[in-house]
């Protein structure tokens, strides 16, 4: 089992550009999450899905999009990327019981 | 609004010693906290969990201690070795199997000196 995985590791937009994070599970789980981490905040939650076609708004849900097509995959999209973007996402999932399993992130640079 | 506040920032104990990590909550909602690790360049790793009903949980050299009225929980990492050295965070999240994801503290950046 891969558990989960984040493409791509590392990317580098420039202000205004727009691009996908893919994140895959292969441990059937339900709940997926997008959280994005800073220097000194933590991690903050931006989206989420409880199952296949359904989202969520987290914490910091602006200027971000997500979708669920497939129970395995959870997509995060910035449609017009700012410096304020600049940060490591990760991706998590979980069966349900609170236990999160956290892929390896996806460092996002917005110049 | 932080919900989840963590102290300190940063911690540096000798090889044997014993760090203290604290967090303190808001949400009366929240019913289950896990203590997440995590390595430079990795995702965050589950160490170990509680819930409001106990005061206390061991795994290992790990433990957490849980004071529902006060609101606070804290872990302690017995017989610390430099391979502890890491970011650890506290984190909650509400009842219905915590669906809406974990509310994080700022993390603590541990240094286990040989």
């Known amino acids: 089992n891969a558990g989960v995985t984040q493409t791509p590791k590392f990317r580098v937009l420039k202000t205004g550009q727009s691009m996908t994070l893919l994140c895959a599970q292969d441990m059937n789980h339900e709940y997926m999450y997008w959280y994005r981490q800073d220097p000194g905040m933590g991690l903050r939650l931006i989206h989420y899905?409880?199952?296949?076609?359904?989202?969520a708004k987290g914490e910091v849900p602006d200027g971000y999009n997500v979708s669920r097509l497939k129970k395995q995959n959870f997509l995060l999209g910035l449609e017009s990327a700012a410096p304020s973007q600049t940060s490591v996402y990760f991706c998590?999932?979980?069966?349900?019981?609170?236990?999160?399993?956290f892929g390896p992130g996806t460092r996002l640079t917005v110049l | 609004q932080q919900q989840v506040k963590q102290s300190p920032q940063s911690l540096i104990v000798q090889k044997g010693g014993i760090p203290i990590i604290n967090c303190a909550y808001e949400n009366t909602a929240f019913d289950y906290f896990p203590w997440y690790q995590q390595f430079p360049g990795k995702g965050p790793a589950l160490l170990i969990a509680i819930r409001p009903d106990v005061s206390e949980k061991k795994e290992g050299r790990f433990t957490i201690s849980f004071n529902k009225s006060a609101k606070q929980f804290s872990l302690h990492i017995m017989d610390s070795q430099p391979g502890d050295s890491a970011t650890y965070f506290c984190a909650a999240s509400k009842g219905g199997g915590g669906a809406d994801g974990l509310t994080f503290g700022k993390g603590t950046h541990l240094i286990i000196q040989p």
């Open positions: 899905s409880v199952g296949e076609g359904t989202t």
């Open positions: 998590a999932s979980s069966f349900g019981g609170h236990e999160q399993f």
